[in-house]
């Protein structure tokens, strides 16, 4: 029997379906030894030997594997095709030496891009060696992470309280999240003005924009302030139009290449939502395999990829999917070739694609979870897509003269594209990472040189420069490529350990740093700069992708690298805390000591007026404090850069606009509770207006529509149908509201503040006094009317468990999601009909001696206390049918 050692039970259970009973197939479950995390383990006074120990947790797998090999009459180490799979099968065979099973037992690597029967049994066919540069690669970066984690670790820990680590990509990866930050932090919004001109060709309108003016070229910037731009939408208001030109240009737009490792997790991210870790582990289980109606299959080639490649095979079977579903005319002439420029062997394996282009994402659907299921379809109609014709669009774009009464000229321009074949955007549309005005879809009317045009408007618009966009996990994935920092196969770890850290948090899907995460970034800046340099990480990182080809032995890399590094190391860990926290001060001064309006010293102590403020260390993290503690207490969180203890921050503001209405300028300002906006700034005793932003919405993306209606809360919902009080909606402390006198409901998101209606926020403040002990009678929302079949008036009515309609006697709820106010008496009707069946048996139009008996006695028309509970003389309760109690009166949920 021969035995097959892979990484996964999955893997080595699809395998072992397609081997049959003459292999043993077994799991090593990963990595089964690891560098002890402890010092000593990495010795460079040794020549990095490096001390490897078994993992605990894998003793028990380690022993199964030893014993299976002992009677085996050949070992094939079938792990995944890449540095960390020939890392693993490294190891094994190692440990299996170290236990004397192998003796003189044949040993063979076997690679295959995916986890099908034929490639399975090709691979076997063709066995090979251990790679031993690539295992070497693996070892160099191995020791490198070992010695900067557990070299530079604790002194960060000793210098910065509160820090947790340091990593050679993680730190890098980190210091790019925060120079963004810092970049938007000092960001200067500069207003500019753009005119557009709403023009007619016949019937047909169109918009085109000015872009000269009497001789001079118009930027989007150039037109810097509303009286230049209301001056020049004046003389175009007067102004007569014709076509000076008309030029269409063709244009071809090819299809994406298939994916990688790292276009794989940014389109993830940006089309399905998925974070980079949850792309991979997804990606593995398609990759290992997975039953479809009974067999056992991998749907994907390995995920872990840098190459661009697809094998001729794959390729030709996806030419034949292409013209069986979309037909010849989407079928380029030849086949698309794409090809990458080896940086490492880990480059050498296909691009990610399913292992049958035939299997498609429909027939699947079935088998698959809902993640494997979404990033199957993306990956299958990426391939596909590669494959197919390129877009084939008409941008045209007309030139427009406007000469004015005084003679002047203006030029103005419109764009549009028209699509004139969608070839593989018939299947497929790259996502964006960020929304852009897009000029795909705006087609232009037809027009000819010469041609006089109508003027419908001319619109003067303000607008102010946006800072950078905060990275996403897509783009920072994008960014770290782009600088040839750490490797795709890495990139979802790294991103999991800056946020595990708390080093930086996700906020609607961008990546924010933390205060303890910029502190970090400014510690490693200010004593360990050149480890953080984009240029000496990439250079690294190419120093390692020589080993794996086995250009340079990896001792070399080691010791070039830990001569400096450990000098480093030394001469910071001798600084004392005053020191290093004075260089702190320096580094974070932008972000902790902003320079304020008024010109006065940012550092100077607002409370004493004498101390300086400085960021200092305490047992509960670093904090600003006055240099004249204790006899000032000042103190204020790191984590609030340009926070005062005063209402309002001194500086930080951004002029959103101006609102119409009052003609004041509307600002985002920073307090001492976070961003807020004020409308003018007040005057005569009066404070001006403000209003919080509530949790979770970024300052950056505010506009001047959405700044107007927080400043504008509380919003009047309308009148409480019982008291004749006004309903108001609003934003406090503990997020959205409606309220009435003195009855707060919280309301489920941001947006119901503004959506909210009268009968919905009834409701809500009506089951908030049940809750509360406060409710009296229910609320009546809507009169529907009398019926003949029912004793009273028919009413909808605010219950604790929403709203319902009543009889007075007969309470029905109303099914989720119905709207109280569209109700008609007729469904009415009919909710009070059903549930007077379930409850007594009863026809509608038996509902009429049920009332009348009212009169007589509470059974009648309703089912008595033993058909309700089972037993008489019960507690004035009814039992629920599923066994749940119910307060009495309650309407039936």
Known sequence: MDVVIVESPAKAKTINKYLGSRYRVIASLGHIRDLPSKDGSVQPDRDFEMVWEVDQKKSKQVSEIASAVKGADRVILATDPDREGEAISWHVLEVLRKKGVLKDKPVERVVFNAVTKQAVLEALAHPRDIDRPLVEAYLARRALDYLVGFTLSPVLWRKVPGARSAGRVQSVALRIVCDREAEIETFVPREYWQIVADLLAGPEGFEARLVGADGERIDRLTIGDGARANALKAVLESATYRVQSVEKKPVRRNPPPPFTTSTLQQEASRKLGFSADRTMRTAQRLYEGVSLGGETVGLITYMRTDGLEIVPEAIQAARRTIEADFGDRYLPGAPRIYRTKAKNAQEAHEAIRPTDIARRPDETARYLEGDQQRLYELIWKRTLASQMEAAELERTTVEIEAQAADGKRYQLRATGTVQRFDGFLALYQEGADDDADSEESRRLPPMKEGEALGLKEVRASQHFTEPPPRFSEATLIK???????????????????????????????????????????????????????????????????????????????????????????????????????????????????????????????????????????????????????????????????????????????????????????????????????????????????????????????????????????????????????????????????????????????????????????????????????????????????????????????????????????????????????????????????????????????????????????????????????????????????????????????
Not at 552 to 569: K, M, P, S, Y
Not at 719 to 743: C, D, M, N, S, W
Not at 842 to 863: F, M, P
């Open 479 to 893: 960014r770290l490529e782009e600088l040839g920092i750490g490797r795709p196969s890495t990139y979802a770890a790294t991103l999991q350990v800056l946020q595990d850290r708390e080093y930086v948090r996700l906020d609607k899907r961008r990546l924010v740093p933390e205060a303890k995460g910029r502190l970090v970034t400014a510690f490693l800046e200010g004593f360990f700069k050149r480890y953080v340099e984009y240029d000496f990480t990439a250079d690294l990182e190419e120093k390692l992708d020589r080993v794996s080809a086995g250009e340079i032995g990896w001792r070399e890399v080691l010791r070039d690298f830990w001569r400096d590094f450990v000098a480093e190391v030394e001469k910071t860990a001798n600084l004392t805390t005053s020191e290093v926290f004075e260089v702190l001060n320096d580094i974070l001064a932008p972000y902790v000591f902003p320079p304020r309006t008024d010109g006065a010293d940012p550092r100077l102590c607002p409370t004493c007026g004498t101390g300086r403020l400085a960021i200092k260390r305490g047992k509960n993290g670093p904090f600003i404090g006055c240099s004249n503690y204790p006899d000032c207490n000042h103190t204020r969180d790191l984590a609030a850069p340009n926070g005062e203890t005063g209402d309002v921050a001194t500086t930080g503001n951004r002029i959103i606009g101006v609102d119409p209405e009052s003609g004041l300028e509307v600002s985002l300002r920073t307090g001492r509770f976070g961003p807020y906006l004020q409308l003018g700034e007040g005057g005569d005793g009066e404070k001006p207006k403000r209003a919080s932003l509530p949790k979770g919405m970024d300052p950056q993306s505010l506009t001047l529509k959405r700044a107007l209606e927080l400043l504008s809360l509380p919003r009047t919902v309308g009148i409480h149908p019982e008291t004749g009080k006004p309903i108001l909606a609003g934003l406090g402390r503990y997020g959205p509201f409606v309220q009435h006198e003195k009855t707060y409901a919280n309301l489920e998101s941001f947006e119901d503040i503004f959506t909210v209606g009268v009968n919905r926020a009834v409701t809500l403040i009506a089951e908030k006094e049940l809750k509360s002990g406060r409710r009296g009678a229910a609320a009546i929302l809507k009169t529907l009317g009398e019926h003949a079949d029912f004793g009273g008036p028919i009413e909808v009515k605010a219950g604790r468990y929403g709203p319902y309609v009543t009889d007075g006697s007969i309470n029905a709820t109303l099914p989720r999601g119905s709207d109280p106010e569209t109700l008609t008496l007729e469904q009415a009707v009919e909710l009070l009909t059903a549930k007077a069946a379930r409850d007594g048996g009863k026809s509608a139009r038996g509902r009429k001696s049920a009332t009348a008996g009212k009169t007589t006695g509470r059974s009648t028309g309703r089912a008595s206390k033993t058909a309700r509970t089972g037993k008489a003389g019960s507690p004035k309760t009814s039992v629920a049918r599923k066994g749940r109690i119910a307060p009495k009166g309650a309407p039936e949920s």
